[in-house]
């Protein structure tokens, strides 16, 4: 009898957790035209794993000399992006790649990185801890450290039943799917609460039209890839990817196809969101464009011809007169300012200094 009640209270203690159950993330409302979403069944949104994550975001414990953390290359302010062409980690040598801005994970493309290298946010947050120009730390040495750290053995303790390299990937992965922004100027447009200006208006036209010389359509023929109201590729398999144009072959670098093994996806990258792009210069995989000006002549006539060039961009003019060898959009000087308004409306002002993804060791101590 003895040995009986022993034996509950043995079960007893390994089943009950030490720290309380995590609680759900209630109301967590997003926009209903950003569609459908999905939030890995392992891996729920609870307030403890958003907060955890929130604070290893922030933390630089989490690289090799602690003084990098992710936030270093991905700031609020600049809608998760450095401002920098290569960003610079813990070896101090500029990264051959562009920081990307972090707004609405949940959507778009599938696969994470310029090349689409990671198939989930809790894959991808492991990459950048370990990369020796990141943040250059051993998973074994960064598990013993925040094991010293009793908030950080609380917030496990609940969320995620303990520290592990999983559980740090999975806090990440839930902090950066809250990262939405959805609140800029076109949004409150969609949502019938203000209007655009002229300027914008005829911006907000010739991004979401496909040029049609038959019926005089002009268009900018962005929509074809920065899909709608996320402005980010699409999401079905490789859709969201694609060569827009930067390169001819001898410079093309391998992207997607580094992943897929593919040589038609060489010279694909991931199309980004355009959410907040006015504040996420310079731009593109290697940052080589400073300004909107300098993006939208790319588009207009900068245009590099590969083998592996879209054929939205190919075919896309809204003259009449293809030559052969030259492709340009050939809006007008006036058109293309128009767009770059439209893209100062994807600007998210809550988004960016909203308290809930700040820097929670800048947080005032509770009194
Ligand atoms: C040294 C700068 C640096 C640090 C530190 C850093 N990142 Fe990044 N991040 C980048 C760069 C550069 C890219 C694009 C790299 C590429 O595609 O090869 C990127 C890409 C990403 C992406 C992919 C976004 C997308 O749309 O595909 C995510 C998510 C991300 N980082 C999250 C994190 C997290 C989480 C951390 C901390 C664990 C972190 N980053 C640390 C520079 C950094
Ligand atoms: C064929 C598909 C395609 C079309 C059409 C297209 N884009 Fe892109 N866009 C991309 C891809 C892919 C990238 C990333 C390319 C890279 O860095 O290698 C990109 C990058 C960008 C960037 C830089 C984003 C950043 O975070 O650095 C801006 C800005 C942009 N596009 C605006 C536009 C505008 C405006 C139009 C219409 C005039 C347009 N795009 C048309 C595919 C496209």
């Not at 007893?12 to 995590?22: E, H, K, Q, S, V």
């Not at 994550?53 to 933390?59: H, M, P, Q, S, V």
């Not at 002549?297 to 060039?309: A, D, K, P």
Request: charged share 20%; proline share 5%; glycine share 8%.
């Amino acid at each position: 009898m003895v040995s009986l009640i022993a034996g509950f209270l043995v079960i007893y203690i390994l089943t009950t957790p030490r720290y309380g159950a995590p609680n759900p993330v209630e109301n967590f409302n997003v926009p209903f035209v950003f569609g459908r979403f999905t939030i890995p069944a392992d891996n729920l949104l609870t307030k403890e794993s958003i907060a955890l994550g929130r604070r290893l975001f922030y933390d630089p414990r989490l690289s090799g000399n602690n003084q990098i953390s992710c936030a270093t290359c991905h700031q609020q302010s600049l809608a998760f992006t450095d401002g920098l062409a290569g960003s610079v980690g813990v070896s101090g040598k500029p990264l051959a790649f562009n920081s990307m801005s972090l707004a609405n994970l949940m959507w778009g493309p599938a696969r994470f990185f310029w090349n689409g290298r990671a198939t989930s946010l809790e894959e991808q947050a492991l990459i950048p801890i370990q990369h020796p120009d990141e943040m250059a730390q051993d998973l074994g040495s960064l598990i013993k450290e925040l094991s010293q750290d009793d908030t950080y053995v609380e917030l496990f303790g609940i969320a995620y039943d303990g520290i592990s390299k999983e559980a740090i990937a999975k806090a990440l992965a839930s902090f950066q799917r809250t990262l939405i922004s959805a609140n800029s100027r076109y949004d409150q447009y969609l949502r019938g609460e203000i209007s655009l200006n002229e300027e914008e208006e005829l911006g907000r036209k010739l991004f979401m039209a496909h040029p049609d010389t038959k019926s005089s359509l002009r268009g900018g023929n962005c929509i074809d890839c920065h899909s709608q109201f996320l402005t980010s590729g699409f999401t079905a398999q490789l859709d969201g990817f694609s060569n827009n144009g930067l390169d001819n072959d001898a410079a093309l670098l391998a992207g997607l196809s580094e992943v897929t093994g593919k040589a038609e996806h060489r010279g694909f990258f991931k199309t980004p969101t355009l959410r907040n792009i006015a504040v996420t210069a310079p731009y593109m995989h290697d940052g080589r464009f400073s300004t909107l000006e300098d993006v939208l002549n790319h588009y207009n006539g900068g245009i590099q011809h590969s083998e592996t060039l879209s054929p939205l961009i190919v075919e896309a003019d809204n003259i009449d007169n293809h030559q052969g060898s030259t492709i340009s959009l050939n809006l007008t000087a006036k058109e293309e300012r128009a767009i770059i308004s439209f893209l100062h409306t994807l600007t998210d002002e809550q988004f960016l200094s909203d308290t809930r993804f700040s820097d929670p060791f800048k947080e005032a101590p509770p009194r």
